[in-house]
């Protein structure tokens, strides 16, 4: 098939717009802008105090390594007879002192316990805590261990 044009009736027609334009005006770009700046101001104080919850989460996981390496301890000093007042049990080749077949110390537990990164805790005779605290004295798990078992008291107030 073959289409014949009129090509001498187009040029004595009026000349209509060819192409439209598409986009954006500025006042639909300018309310996006806002829109996304009131989104920005509700959710931002959401999101601001991720580091503190993420430090009582932190301190939440240590006390429950602290649990399971004091428990590991102690099975390790029941197996060697070792549930007296005093003892001594080496495990991993780290000989930790024991107390009613319980590790004696924070330091003590935190020797058998993988802290990682070690530079984020402090470790104390009694305490472990966090060394990223906005107050390092109330942001740590209190070790205390009674002839009944180990105690492990969280303070999370100033993570």
Do not use: W
Request: hydrophobic share 45%.
């Amino acid at each position: 098939m073959i289409y014949l044009y009129n090509i001498g009736n187009k040029m004595n027609q009026p000349r209509q717009q060819q192409s439209q334009q598409s986009g954006f005006t500025l006042i639909e770009l300018v309310m996006v802008v806002v829109i996304l700046g009131i989104l920005a101001a509700v959710a931002l104080p959401k999101f601001v105090d991720l580091g503190s919850d993420a430090r009582v989460g932190v301190m939440k996981a240590v006390q429950g390594s602290m649990r399971a390496a004091n428990t590991m301890v102690y099975a390790k000093a029941a197996a060697n007879n070792q549930l007296g007042v005093t003892g001594s049990v080496t495990i991993n080749g780290v000989a930790v002192t024991t107390a009613y077949g319980y590790a004696s110390s924070a330091t003590a537990l935190a020797s058998v316990m993988d802290l990682s990164p070690s530079s984020d805790f402090t470790v104390a005779a009694t305490t472990i805590g966090h060394a990223n605290a906005t107050t390092l004295t109330t942001c740590l798990i209190t070790y205390a261990i009674p002839a009944t078992g180990p105690t492990y008291v969280l303070d999370s107030t100033g993570c």
